[in-house]
Nanobody, 128 residues
Framework: VQLVESGGGSMQAGGSLRLSCEGS????????VGWFRQVPGKEREGVAT??????????YYVDSVKGRFTISQDNAKKTVYLQINNLKPEDTAMYYCAADLGGSCYYRDSVQPYDYNYWGQGTQVTVS
């Protein structure tokens, strides 16, 4: 199982960016792919998750990012995206994507690190 994030960088507040998470080595459809972020000295927090697969329209966002973050997927590319609009300095963090092969997002509205089995290496987002 491999997850590779990309799209991070240094941005100005108020701007937008899109993070990508390409998955391989597992049955993509029917899993959950979540985005998390972590700053030094703090716990990793989930921000959004999506149920993968064609015909599925299930997403979940934590309250703090609703309205600014959008998670989406391209099944053909086995890629999940995280669009972040109106960037704020407090969005500065290492962003990780992770796969939950147990599909917790299908039956639970949450995005908790302990549900996710496989993790990418992370991509840094810095907002000034």
């Amino acid at each position: 199982v491999q997850l590779v994030e990309s799209g991070g960088g240094s941005m100005q507040a108020g701007g937008s960016l899109r993070l990508s998470c390409e998955g391989s080595g597992f049955t993509y459809s029917g899993t959950c792919v979540g985005w998390f972020r972590q700053v030094p000295g703090k716990e990793r927090e989930g921000v959004a998750t999506i149920a993968t697969g064609t015909g599925v329209r299930k997403t979940y966002y934590v309250d703090s990012v609703k309205g600014r973050f959008t998670i989406s997927q391209d099944n053909a590319k086995k890629t999940v995206y995280l669009q972040i609009n109106n960037l704020k300095p407090e969005d500065t963090a290492m962003y990780y994507c992770a796969a939950d092969l147990g599909g917790s997002c299908y039956y639970r509205d949450s995005v908790q690190p302990y549900d996710y089995n496989y993790w990418g290496q992370g991509t840094q987002v810095t907002v000034s």
